[in-house]
């Protein structure tokens, strides 16, 4: 079956450049979400999508902003790096007509700032 | 805020030991939980869903149940295996957003 794809699988950026890392829900998904999850942490929400609207917000810097596509596949853009921005980031994607909503992770995109 | 407890840290336990990993969330309307498994540095693999309505949910070795009204979730592992060793996340949708709990990191030594 047909899994989220994330690119790129790894990404290594100075501080102060620009990043983007995509997400390809898997098919007939309707909602995109992002999560940013630091060296020993757990996941931290930071966005998500619906339909190509942003349906919720949680703690994303206003650094880096994202949207989904007409294709249903997502971008988060994020500028002006920063150390602290070194994380996994996680895309899921989901179908909210499906009565158990689950959520589907990509393999993430491990981001390195240097 | 949603906030998700996991109990213990870390655990190590011998081969072929059942073991409980325990979860509890403060706000009890809550949509679904999800218990995930992570490898170091790896993705997220989705263990079991448990739907807000339902009590507890089945796979192979693993069980997990809710009880929502009391704010808790437990995932049993029965006969556990070196295999089972990584770090299982708990995780609650409360709308649509996951919130995590930091997890139990889970050794089990031949």
């Known amino acids: 079956a047909a899994g989220v794809i994330q690119s790129p699988r790894h990404l290594i950026k100075e501080k102060r450049e620009t990043a983007t890392l995509k997400c390809y829900p898997i098919p007939r998904h309707d909602t995109v979400y992002w999560y940013q999850q630091g060296p020993g942490q757990d996941p931290q929400f930071l966005i998500s999508?619906?339909?190509?609207?942003?349906?919720d917000k949680g703690s994303i810097p206003d650094r880096f902003s994202a949207q989904q596509f007409s294709d249903y596949h997502s971008e988060l853009n994020m500028s002006s790096l920063e150390l602290g921005d070194s994380a996994l980031y996680f895309c899921?994607?989901?179908?909210?007509?499906?009565?158990?909503?689950?959520?589907?992770f990509g393999p993430g995109t491990r981001l390195t700032v240097t | 805020k949603q906030e998700v407890t996991q109990i213990p840290a870390a655990l190590s336990v011998p081969e072929g030991e059942n073991l409980v990993l325990n979860c509890s969330f403060t706000d009890s309307a809550i949509y679904n939980l999800q218990w995930f498994r992570q490898d170091p540095g790896k993705g997220l693999t989705s263990l079991l869903l448990?739907?807000?309505?339902?009590r507890e949910q089945t796979s192979g070795r693993l069980n997990a149940s809710l009880d929502k009204s009391s704010g808790r979730s437990t995932l049993y592992i029965a006969a556990s295996q070196p295999g089972d060793s990584a770090t299982y996340l708990c995780?609650?949708?409360?709308?649509?957003?996951?919130?995590f709990g930091k997890g139990t990191s889970l050794l089990v030594t031949p």
């Open positions: 448990i739907q807000s309505s339902q």
């Open positions: 899921a994607s989901s179908f909210r007509g499906d009565r158990e909503d689950e959520q589907y």
């Open positions: 995780a609650v949708s409360s709308g649509y957003a996951l919130n």
């Open positions: 999508f619906y339909e190509k609207m942003q349906s």
